[in-house]
Antibody, heavy 117, light 110 residues
Framework: QVQLQESGPRLVKPPETLSLTCSVS????????WTWIRQPPGKGLEWIGY???????NYNPSLQSRVTISVDTSKNQFSLKLTSVTAADTAIYYC???????????WGQGTLVTVSS | QSALTQPASVSGSPGQSITISCTGT?????????VSWYQQHPGEAPKLIIY???ARPSGVSTRFSGSRSDNTASLTISGLQAEDEADYYC??????????FGGGTTLTVL
């Protein structure tokens, strides 16, 4: 079965760039959309954006100016970059697969990224 | 884009049924069948429990059911069990090809 694993720095200084990678195992990254979702500590879920295996993307309008999602099909990975981070970007970042009926399943275990100087 | 509206908390006793509402607009909840629900226990990643408004993934208990009327989707949990105590989030695809989550509902089993 497909499994996802987030990786990347856990501490980022403002106003640097947050970079995370999601590695997909147990299945191909092809023929699906893949997404990033975040959750500030103690708060709700926020959709960040998605990428299709072909490279087409769409982002949350509130983050669009700072977000880039890319895909590397040869490595079965996709990545998130969020620029000019502030403390408000401190959150657990999850990657997930977008199913045929646009549901999010499965999810990675999530990784807490803290933005602090 | 504003988050979908969910009650902050609901509660029920073991064996009872509860319903969590999720209100959006005709540009999201009311416009597509692409409404999903996620269960999140403390310290864990969210888990898909309902998709396509009312479909259940394999392995999810039949005690979980989903429905929709106009711009409001609902999640019903019947025969409440202690293990159902968790946060629940609705999510909808939108006319902008984006997704919106609800603010989340904390379920307490009394």
């Amino acid at each position: 079965q497909v499994q996802l694993q987030e990786s990347g720095p856990r501490l980022v200084k403002p106003p640097e760039t947050l970079s995370l990678t999601c590695s997909v195992s147990g299945g191909s990254i092809n023929n699906y959309r893949w997404t990033w979702i975040r959750q500030p500590p103690g708060k709700g879920l926020e959709w960040i954006g998605y990428i299709y295996f072909t490279g087409s993307t769409n982002y949350n309008p509130s983050l669009q100016s700072r977000v880039t999602i890319s895909v590397d099909t040869s490595k079965n990975q996709f990545s998130l970059k969020l620029t000019s981070v502030t403390a408000a970007d401190t959150a657990i970042y999850y990657c997930a697969r977008v199913g045929q009926l646009v549901e999010f399943d499965p999810w990675g275990q999530g990784t807490l990224v803290t933005v602090s100087s | 884009q504003s988050a979908l509206t969910q009650p902050a908390s609901v509660s029920g006793s073991p064996g009872q049924s509860i319903t969590i509402s999720c209100t959006g607009t005709s540009n999201d909840v009311g416009g597509y069948n692409f409404v999903s629900w996620y269960q999140q226990h403390p310290g864990e990643a969210p888990k898909l429990i309902i998709y396509d408004v009312s479909a259940r993934p394999s392995g999810v208990s039949t005690r979980f059911s989903g429905s929709r009327s106009d711009n409001t989707a609902s999640l019903t949990i019947s025969g409440l069990q202690a293990e159902d105590e968790a946060d629940y989030y609705c999510c909808s695809y939108t006319s902008s090809s984006t997704w919106l989550f609800g603010g989340g509902t904390t379920l307490t089993v009394l």
